[in-house]
T-cell receptor, first 113, second 110 residues
């Protein structure tokens, strides 16, 4: 059953703590993306990667970090430098030549305690 | 990429066609129009895209005006499960990422 999985569905972070959100895909897609969504707003791009071991900053990369060691995986770390991390985080993937056609995971909702 | 303008919200009766408009008056010749939708608390779902010809797939139809300054997404027989936020996005093929606005909140009413 092909698709994108994100875990966990809900994540709680204490002040000053780093947390890592998981994103895995078995669609054999080269490109992967992380978006942030705040209530009532559209999606904003955090980071994207078009190939293994390479990634680019999106519009709101400050306070976040990523790695792309495997084609299937693109974890996102929300660092303590991100002062307002409470949001809905969405991971997506696409063929490298079809960036406009992205497949999204179910999302992770991050809450700060 | 060109900016898009969509109504904030729309209602549609179940079983009727839902016509969602999008203005993109500054679109350039190499920019495509993409439509996505997002059901509450889920990830967005790709619906359809087009350049200048009308497009149809199993989910919807996309009508682009001849001057390409606006488009309409048509859901021919809306159901309650079509209630979602619909995003119209304009992008070129030059590897530019998608830019999501606030979209149109479509409510399908029984």
């Amino acid at each position: 059953d092909g698709g994108i999985t994100q875990s966990p569905k809900y994540l709680f972070r204490k002040e000053g703590q780093n947390v890592t959100l998981s994103c895995e895909q078995n669609l054999n897609h080269d490109a992967m993306y992380w978006y942030r969504q705040d209530p009532g707003q559209g999606l904003r791009l955090i980071y994207y990667s078009q190939i293994v071991n390479d990634f680019q900053k999106g519009d709101i990369a400050e306070g976040y970090s990523v790695s792309r060691e495997k084609k299937e995986s693109f974890p996102l770390t929300v660092t303590s430098a991100q002062k307002n991390p409470t949001a809905f985080y969405l991971c997506a993937s696409s063929m490298r030549r079809e960036i406009g056609t992205q497949y999204f995971g179910p999302g992770t909702r991050l809450l700060v305690l | 990429d060109a900016k898009t303008t969509q109504p904030t919200s729309m209602d549609c009766a179940e079983g009727r066609a839902a016509n969602l408009p999008c203005n993109h008056s500054t679109i350039s010749g190499n920019e495509y129009v993409y439509w996505y939708r997002q059901i509450h608390s889920q990830g967005p779902q790709y619906i359809i895209h087009g350049l200048k010809n009308n497009e149809t797939n199993e989910m919807a139809s996309l009508i682009i005006t001849e001057d390409r300054k606006s488009s309409t997404l048509i859901l021919p027989h809306a159901t309650l499960r079509d209630t979602a936020v619909y995003y119209c996005i304009v992008r070129s093929l030059l590897n530019t990422p998608l830019v999501f606005g606030k979209g149109t909140r479509l409510s399908v009413i029984a």
